[in-house]
């Protein structure tokens, strides 16, 4: 089965065509974070127009690229939710277009569950059931995925997500926006520096003591905030700031790693798949992939390149979705909240 992926949740347009038995045959994305990076986060209307100018440029070029024709295809699936309104209803209006003019199959995808799912495009896949880690810039969830659809929430951040814990303390460090790349560079270049003197610089690790699934990230900006203030006023010159940045990335993996080995624990399942904008960082990939050999279970990532939004896993969710017996629409709707549990 072949599915052309639409993905237009945010700030990213992505396009792919995934086939179930030669997978990922042609992939294209636009970033808009430039664009926003002006006004330090997402401005909505100007996100819905940009899509409008991207998608089909994006799609021809994709064709293009995998040397396919559309009538070589068996369905569209694009992202119904969660996600900005009129960003989403980009990507339903051209699914749904396209779906008219070339006579194809129109399935919604829940742009979570393609994240959940991405992991199955690289060469290590994970089994059926797994504890999913699911950690982007709006979310931050622990699931347990049974199989295929059924997915259980453990626990969730209670306010922010890990990827804006990330956003915010790189914006007080001066980093712009999305600075959470940028912020885990700067910590890895503290790591390699050994003349660094010792900043003292201890940030709290909210909640890691729980004993449950939940999530809290907000104090840690406010932590962050009064540093910035103390060790920029004793050393206005002084490189702190990657002693911070480095603090800021142990606090907020060493968390996530945390309470995603309770999670295991809790459900005894020994499969654990990390995903989202943050499962690209490195500290939390060594960090797990630490915790498994001692802990004994397996843990499974996305390529680097697919931890962001794209279309690939949107495809690759559609395409699964037909396989398990999913109806195609006609309605194009969008749904920009949608919980997850809604699927099984
Ligand atoms: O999944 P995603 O593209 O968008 C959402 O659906 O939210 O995730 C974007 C988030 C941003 O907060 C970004 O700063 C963060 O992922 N991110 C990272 C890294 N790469 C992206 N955070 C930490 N380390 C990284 N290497
Ligand atoms: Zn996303």
């Known amino acids: 089965m072949r599915v052309l992926g639409i993905e237009t949740s945010c700030d990213e347009t992505g396009i792919a065509l995934y086939d179930t038995d030669a997978g990922l045959l042609g992939s294209a994305l636009h970033s808009q974070v430039q664009m926003h990076s002006e006004y330090g986060g997402v401005v909505p209307e100007l996100a819905s127009r940009d899509h409008v100018n991207r998608v089909l440029p994006l799609t021809h070029q994709v064709f293009e690229q995998s040397g396919c024709l559309p009538e070589s295809i068996d369905a569209i699936a694009y992202t119904r939710g969660p996600g900005l309104v009129g960003a989403l209803m980009v990507g339903a209006a051209m699914a749904g277009g396209l779906g008219y003019a070339w006579r194809k199959p129109v399935v919604p995808v829940h742009h979570l569950e393609g994240h959940i799912l991405s992991p199955l495009l690289s060469a290590n896949k994970p089994a059926f059931p797994f504890v999913a880690l699911l950690c982007s810039g709006g979310h931050t969830q622990l699931l347990a995925v049974k199989s295929f659809g059924h997915y259980a929430l453990l626990g969730e951040t209670l306010d922010d997500a890990a990827g804006e814990a990330f956003d915010k303390s790189a914006k007080l460090l001066g980093l712009g926006y999305p600075g959470g790349p940028a912020l885990a560079r700067l910590a890895d270049a503290y790591r390699l520096d050994e003349h660094h003197k010792d900043w003292a610089i201890q ?66 399942l020994k499969r654990l798949v990390i995903s989202g904008g943050v499962s690209a960082n490195r500290r939390l990939r060594e960090g797990l992939q630490a915790q498994a050999q001692t802990n004994g279970f397996e843990v499974f990532f996305p390529e680097l390149s697919l931890c962001t939004d794209n279309g690939a896993m949107i495809a690759l969710a559609g395409a699964m979705r037909l396989q398990h017996g999913a109806k195609a629409t006609t309605d194009f709707s969008v749904a920009p909240r949608w919980p997850l549990e809604d699927l099984g």
């Open 203 to 268: 940030l709290p690790r909210p909640m890691m003591h729980s004993r449950d699934a939940e999530f809290s990230f907000s104090g840690l900006k406010t932590a962050v905030a009064i540093t910035v203030q103390r060790l920029g006023k004793q050393y206005p010159q002084a490189p702190w700031r990657s002693a911070l940045a480095h603090e800021v990335q142990a606090a907020i993996t060493d968390v996530l790693i945390a309470k995603s080995v309770l999670a295991l624990k809790l459900t005894g």
